[in-house]
Each structure stands twice: as C-alpha cells, then as structure tokens.
C-alpha cells in the first residue's frame, strides 16, 4: 500500500481499504462526468479517441448518511456500519499519529550526500559528525 501523504480524515480512507480496485461507493452528489481522450493511435489519418466516464463529486459531504454503495459487475457489496466506519477511521488515525516522530525525522535528516560526506570525513578525520548529527534528530523526536 503506498505511503499516506496525510492524516486519514473521512471515510473515503476506510473505504478504499475494503474492496481495493473496485469504484463500490460513492456519496450522494457524485455524478457521471464523460470525458474523451486520444488513444494514440491513428485510423484513416485521424486520431482515434474513446471516452469514459468518471465519477466526480459535486460539493456534498463525504458522511455516514450521505455514503451509497454501487453495484460492481453485479455484486452489491454490503454498507458497512457506522461503528465499523468510526473504529476503523480512529485505528488509522492513531496509527498515523503513532508514526509522526518518523515523518519529523525524514524531514531533518541531512541529505544523503550530505550523510555520506560526514561519513567520508568522519573516517579520514577519526570524528563523529555523522553519528552526531543522527543522534540529535533522533533526540529531537523520540519514538512514542
């Protein structure tokens, strides 16, 4: 699963998780929108193009209330509870807050050619500017 960019905060991060590849849900306002594209290919001298359609949200807030379930290949999937929705939701969330010392750090880090340089020095010199400077971002912000 790729790296979350940001705290999870609806239901839409609980969702995704449940039927991975399947557009299963959505929220009332969201509607059809048809768009065409090229598909590179060239028939009789002229671009071929095809369309889609997308479902596109229209304003509406992403709650319990408003959460619809669509049909995929003719399997309606069950809407989960409210509960589950809120426990899952607060498991991430505590999950994500639990790793925040982790994404504090990747931030003050030395780059890692800046890293391999104190190392380079480090053994030329007999220092420790590399195991120093590590040390006080970890300091900085413990784990837990």
């Known amino acids: ?6 705290r999870p905060d609806d239901y839409d991060d609980v969702l ?4 991975v590849g399947e557009t299963w849900f959505g929220f009332t ?4 929108v048809e768009y065409t594209r090229e598909t590179g290919r060239i028939v009789d001298g002229v671009p071929e193009t095809e369309t889609y359609t997308v479902k596109e949200e229209r304003g ?8 619809v379930i669509h ?3 003719g399997v309606t999937h069950d ?10 939701l607060a498991e991430m969330q ?33 220092t420790t500017t590399f195991k120093d400077a590590i ?4 300091d900085k912000y413990p784990k837990g």
Not at 1 to 6: A, D, E, H, I, S
Not at 16 to 19: C, G, L, P, S
Not at 29 to 32: I, K, L
Not at 60 to 67: C, D, G
């Open 16 to 19: 995704v998780t449940m039927h």
């Open 94 to 126: 505590a999950a994500w807050d639990a790793e925040a010392y982790g994404r504090n750090r990747e931030k003050e880090y030395p780059e890692i050619g800046e890293q391999l340089d104190m190392i380079y020095h480090d053994q030329v010199n007999g």
């Open 60 to 67: 509406l807030e992403h709650t319990y209330e408003n959460l």
């Open 1 to 6: 699963m790729p790296t979350r960019k940001q």
């Open 71 to 73: 049909p995929v290949n």
């Open 79 to 88: 809407k989960p509870t409210k509960e589950y929705l809120d426990t899952k």
């Open 135 to 138: 040390k006080a971002v970890k």
């Open 29 to 32: 306002g969201m509607v059809d």
